[in-house]
């Protein structure tokens, strides 16, 4: 029997079969060889053993789940306003990963104008949806323009996915965090490991936010990789040109036409200087 781990608690496995859900319990051989089932994994099943997990497509660590398709990169509008620096290295990794990156910009009932398009405006290469967690219409739309697949929540502590996940699960059970006043963010309740199945094949599984993020370690020159919106461009004079002091670089040359955007090109040299220096640590 094959089928879909959606839960894991404590050494036990909630695998979806079909229409239904078994408790299963892994093969003992499994930990002698280390390896261990992941939320997502598609198992092979005999009876309640899961005696096979199917090779994996990716696998997260942090939340631990395997298959994921993309990732909702979720940031409130207000309460916490939205930190750039860290959504933009979130989209680094994010792609590092194999994983497509959407924009959910959420709260917009906190703002007057609703939707707030110009706050998506340097995001124009990625899919933005902009939802309330009080505008069930608006968690309706998202929902319909998302494929089939696995979608990892991720973004900032106190941005709304675990009330988005609740809203859209239609339940009310999973711990949303009171927003501490003084920090305005919501208190790391989001701990355990699910996949939320909303049907016509698209899961979503909640992961705890954080305040700050390392871009991966790589080459300073890969780091352009993960900037789509450079893509666009023309070749710079230099094949390795990386978009710093180089002459005749088109990357410069779109920012001062307005073409690409100052906000992120500045975030692009922050992050470039930070794998230079880590890079000379290394010697
Ligand atoms: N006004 C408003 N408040 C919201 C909305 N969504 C969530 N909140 C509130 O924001 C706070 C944080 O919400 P959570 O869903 O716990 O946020 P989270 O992203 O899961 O936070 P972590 O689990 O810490 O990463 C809670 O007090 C929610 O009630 C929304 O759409 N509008
Ligand atoms: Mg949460
Ligand atoms: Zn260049």
Redesign the pocket.
Known sequence: MRGRILKAVAGDYWVKVKDTQIVARPRGLFRYENQKPAVGDEVELEGETIVKILPRKNLLRRPFVANIDAALL?F?VK?PTPDFLLLDKLIINVLAEGIEPHLVF?????VEEDPPFDLAEDYSFLPVYF????KKASLEKLIKELVPGTYVLA??????????INQLAGRTEAP????SQRLR??????RHHELIDLGGDVYLA????FQNLEVKTMEPIELQDYFPDFHELDPCQFDDCLHDQEPRCQVKEAVKEGILSQRRYDHYLRILRELMERKEKQW
């Open positions: 979720v409130s309460d959420s709260k917009t009932d906190l939802i309330s967690n009080m973004g900032p502590s106190g941005a709304g996915k675990s009330s988005m949303v965090g009171e927003i963010r919501g208190k790391h309740t989001t909640d992961t705890p936010g």
